[in-house]
């Protein structure tokens, strides 16, 4: 018999597969194994080398030039609601006055 994992919420031993997905009969959470396995691919350190998620909160550490802006983003220019991707820069987010862009995780610190 193959080994589930335990619950990613409450840790329960008691997880059992529905075709998919692992479900948790102690909390009722329900996950896919390999949605989950795909996301923890993706990794975004930050200055102090916290790890960013989803909807993280972060600050610039430093001034930020950015391409085709008519000014630069200033150190400690808060950056609501960011979310992970690949790549070299792997922050995507919105800042205002600037709008859409993408930053890199080792510029910002988590708040
Ligand atoms: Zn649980």
Known sequence: METLPNCV?????YVYEDGALLVCPE???EWNPAELAEEDAILAIDANG??????DTVTLIKD?????A????????RV???RIVEGDHNIDCKIDGFGAMKLKSEFVKKI
């Open 9 to 13: 919420k409450c840790q329960s031993e």
């Open 80 to 82: 609501k609601n960011i």
């Open 50 to 55: 916290n790890r960013l998620a989803d909807g």
């Open 64 to 68: 930020l030039k950015v391409k085709g």
């Open 27 to 29: 909390c009722a959470y």
């Open 70 to 77: 008519p000014k630069d983003l200033k150190q400690g220019t």
